[in-house]
């Protein structure tokens, strides 16, 4: 470029620092920029000057009217985007609880078994998401903890201790009305009930005890009526596979 | 992420805001256009001249804030050019469209403006919030032809030929006019810090 061409940019350095460049000059102006030092120096040294001039208009009072306004539509626009999360989360619920009714449909009731599955494995590809692993061993005790991620976001971690244990979930949402928590043991097809029943703290945190773990395959969790049942009514959503207990 | 509170929100700086918005948290929002609002309605009212209009462009600019605060890119310059930066573009638009011209008016110039280290900023804060009446003076100084190239500019989102064919002046005028105006206020800038 000649020194004739380079003042003639130059000279447009102002008009581009105000937005006045005419639109077919515009892009030519920016790609000139790139590669010449001395336009982007100018175009800093006069930054400042085009940054102050809104600054130096006379000061208006924006009405109260039009904060409350703007308000509106934010939390409008936050509270439809929490019920768009809610509404997801109970899809995804809805999905999963259809599942298990189709598999409840061969459930032997009288025995306390489920039939269909092909084993306990079957259960663990339909409810759990994430990969359990053992999380540690407790040395001279013999202290065995599990802990699976589930796909509803719940984690639940089952803390085996000579057998017996504890079953310990974070992140649970609260049961509906008139609902608990019941907590169950599968060995091979059988399914029981562990005896108490449990709620989740207001943190979502909840926890109950298992007797008994041993020859356990998987501990599962579902939500029943006060009181708990004898067999699942629905299907768990948190499910714990075990190995060597 | 737990919303922050007012009393939190109110003692952020700018920059450590915009994360808030960018998480669609209201308090945060609410600070920032406590910060912002007046100075974004004020630079709106002078380009519309029109208090219903400037309040349109104002709740635009800020919503379209409030669903892209994420983008705040703060190696681009402060969070309050940022805004009025958009609070311009919006303006602007808003005059041409109501003029019935296309929109011309880009981001990409903004950014080119404010292309620089954050840390070179602070000159040009303090400046905007310590002398501004200087600023005001400045261009109230300015011979009448630089500051109205300036202002139409600026403020009426013309382009260079657009103002010559305006004031019937050669191209070349309105250049330099330009040029010697924003030399003059950048000039009184660099005065106040001295």
Redesign the interface.
């Known amino acids: 470029m000649n020194a004739n061409e380079h003042d003639r940019r130059l000279e447009e350095v102002a008009a581009f620092a105000l937005g006045a460049l005419d639109a077919a000059q515009i892009d030519d102006f920016r790609e000139h920029l790139k590669g010449c030092k001395r336009c982007q120096d100018e175009l800093r040294w006069f930054a400042p000057a085009v940054r102050a001039l809104p600054e130096a208009v006379e000061q208006q009072t924006p009405p109260p009217a039009l904060k409350v306004r703007l308000m509106e539509e934010v939390r409008a626009d936050v509270a439809a985007e929490a019920k768009l999360a809610e509404a997801e989360k109970r899809r995804e619920r809805a999905s999963s609880r259809k599942g298990f009714r189709e598999w409840l449909g061969g459930l032997d009731i009288g025995g306390l078994t489920w039939k269909p599955l092909a084993g306990m494995a079957a259960v663990v590809l339909i409810v759990a998401a994430g990969v359990g692993y053992v999380v540690g061993n407790g040395g001279g005790s013999n202290i065995h903890t599990t802990e699976v991620q589930q796909k509803n976001g719940i984690v639940a971690m089952v803390v085996d201790e000579d057998g017996q244990g504890e079953l310990r979930l974070t992140g649970v949402d609260q049961p509906a009305n008139g609902k608990v928590l019941e907590a169950w043991v599968a060995r091979g097809e059988s399914v029981e009930p562990v005896k108490a029943t449990f709620t989740p703290d207001e943190a979502g945190n909840a926890s109950t005890h298992i007797e008994d773990l041993h020859g356990v395959d998987a501990v599962l969790v579902t939500e029943e009526p006060a009181g708990g049942t004898k067999v699942p009514t629905m299907e768990p959503f948190v499910n714990v596979p075990l190995e060597g207990t | 992420m737990t919303p922050v509170r007012r009393e939190k929100a109110e003692r952020l700086a700018d920059e450590e805001l915009m994360p808030w918005i960018a998480k669609?948290d209201?308090e945060a929002?609410?600070v920032f256009?406590?910060r912002h609002?007046?100075?974004g309605?004020?630079?709106a009212?002078?380009i519309l001249g029109d208090?219903t209009a400037?309040?349109d462009c104002?709740?635009e600019a800020?919503?379209s804030i409030?669903?892209s605060g994420a983008r705040f890119d703060r190696t681009r310059g402060s969070v309050r050019?940022w805004t009025?930066s958009i609070?311009?573009n919006r303006a602007?638009d808003a005059l041409r469209s109501k003029a019935g011209k296309a929109p011309?008016?880009t981001f990409?110039?903004d950014a080119?403006?404010?292309s620089?280290a954050a840390a070179e900023h602070t000159?040009?804060e303090v400046?905007?919030a310590e002398?501004?009446d200087e600023?005001?003076g400045a261009?109230s100084q300015l011979p009448g032809e630089q500051s109205k190239v300036?202002e139409l500019?600026?403020?009426g989102?013309?382009?260079?030929?657009e103002?010559a064919g305006m004031l019937n002046v050669p191209l070349?005028t309105?250049?330099?006019r330009?040029?010697l105006?924003?030399?003059k206020?950048?000039g009184e800038?660099a005065e106040g810090m001295a």
């Not at chain 2, 989102?157 to 030929?161: A, E, I, K, T």
């Open positions: 669609k209201p929002f609410e256009y406590d609002g007046g100075a309605y004020s630079l009212y002078r208090r400037a309040e104002i709740q800020f919503i409030w669903k050019s009025l609070v311009r602007i011309k008016l990409d110039d080119i403006l404010e620089r000159e040009a400046l905007s002398t501004a600023v005001r261009i300036i500019a600026y403020f989102g013309f382009s260079q030929s103002i070349g309105v250049k330099g330009m040029r105006g924003l030399e206020i950048r800038l």
